[in-house]
């Protein structure tokens, strides 16, 4: 007889695995079905964020930065390094280790909260009295049944037409994490999160890395004052950037790959390189969920349908996080887990698509919330905008990085905080104050009041705030 549980969630990446951990906190008796491993073939749970995503490449992006700043940076602090190698394989090895923490600790939390963890593919079987079945395909083969089924089942790479990911030379995210020796060249399609991310690791290790991108301005999504204030840093250490490009022909041969396209002047190039990484963005991942099998509504880009709170067109099944529409990122999938678990409680789960925040961990790091100055004109919103370089920042100063700033976007009238925009060190870390102000709907005048310690880079948030009043302290 098959396994009954409240609720079954599907995928255990971070939109399922918080899901599943409150749903039971609540006290639902809930399963979680993953089939993610590792190389023993064991149990990986943290899907894509903590495999192939956001875990590894902080990892290597660490790395590479010490390195960075050993070969480039000590000596302006008095210290004296020569002969400063990178052990490619070492590097590797310290990643996996950081994902293997990270996956330990899921199964840890599941087996803290009493969440029954299966592992294998889990997918719709057929409709059963008072929920659904799920097949397991595992080891072995198991049914198990849910009043509720939470499907978190994330997204994969996509993939250039005509030429697929072999993972050796032609690479998506995953390839990229594990190349085992710096590439004398480094070729990348697409300059978002996971291009400039990528590139900027092998850059620092001593890779000639291209970046071609196909849009004609760079990193559109951001403002446009950070974006060029980003660009500026990125031509400055050598990472080349090339917008407006058409690629063309794709040739993956034993000793490399050849990219051939034309550049924004229409001039036709072609570009040899050891790696090709392709990041021209992501599409969800319903393979193999079987959601035929009870009438489960899919869109045109394969993106599971659902409502505003996240309920699909079936009663009882519901689906969060990069299988659904809104944006690819893990902390938003993780408050359309919990928020998922809560209304299934009956409470009034709530996620402010308005408040997510993006980061981009490059140097100097990008981070934003809320509207850019760009979308603000086109909806012909009045607003006072006030910014403050991190140059005039103590602490940027004593850490010797002094690049990028802090911009505020305020309502002209009301002076609520409409948007908040960064590049700059840390600032990954910084963005949390601006999230909390909008949140609770706050004026920039309240930021600028509040006491910020010094000296920190917070102070920088305080002086953008002044700033849209035109009364900064410190510059």
Known sequence: MSKQFDVVVIGAGPG?????????QLGFQVACVDEWQNTAGGPAPGGTC????????????QSSEHFDHANHHFEEHGISATGVKMDVAKMIARKDNVVKQNNDGILYLFKKNKVTFFHGRGSFAAKAEGGYEIKVAGKAEESITGKHIIIATGSSARALP???????????????????????KLALIGSGVIGLEMGSVWRRLGADVTILEGLPTFLGAVDEQIAKEAKKAFDKQGLKIELGVKVGEIKNGKKGV??????AKGEAITLD?????????RVPNTTGLNGEAVGLQV??????????????????????????????????????GVAVAERIAGQHGHVNFNTIPWVIYTSPEIAWVGRTEQQLKADGVAYKAGTFPFLANGRARALGDTTGMVKFLADAKTDEILGVHMVGPQVSELISEAVVAMEFKASAEDIARICHAHPSLSE????????????????
């Open 16 to 24: 399922g695995y918080i899901a599943a951990i409150r749903a039971a």
């Open 50 to 61: 903590t495999n192939v995503g956001c875990i590894p490449s902080k990892a290597l992006l």
């Open 162 to 184: 005509g030429v697929p990911f072999d993972e050796v030379n032609v690479l998506s995210n995953d390839g990229a994490l594990r190349i085992g020796a710096v590439p004398k």
């Open 258 to 263: 050849s990219v051939a396209y034309t550049n």
């Open 273 to 281: 390189a050891d790696k090709l990484i392709v990041s021209i963005g």
């Open 299 to 336: 869109d045109e880009r394969g993106a599971i349908v659902v409502d505003a709170d996240c309920k699909t067109n079936l009663p009882g099944v519901w689906a969060v996080g990069d299988v659904v529409r809104g944006p690819m990122l893990a902390h938003k999938a993780e408050e359309e």
């Open 460 to 475: 920088a948030t305080k002086e953008a705030a002044l700033a849209v009043d035109k009364r900064t302290l410190n510059f």
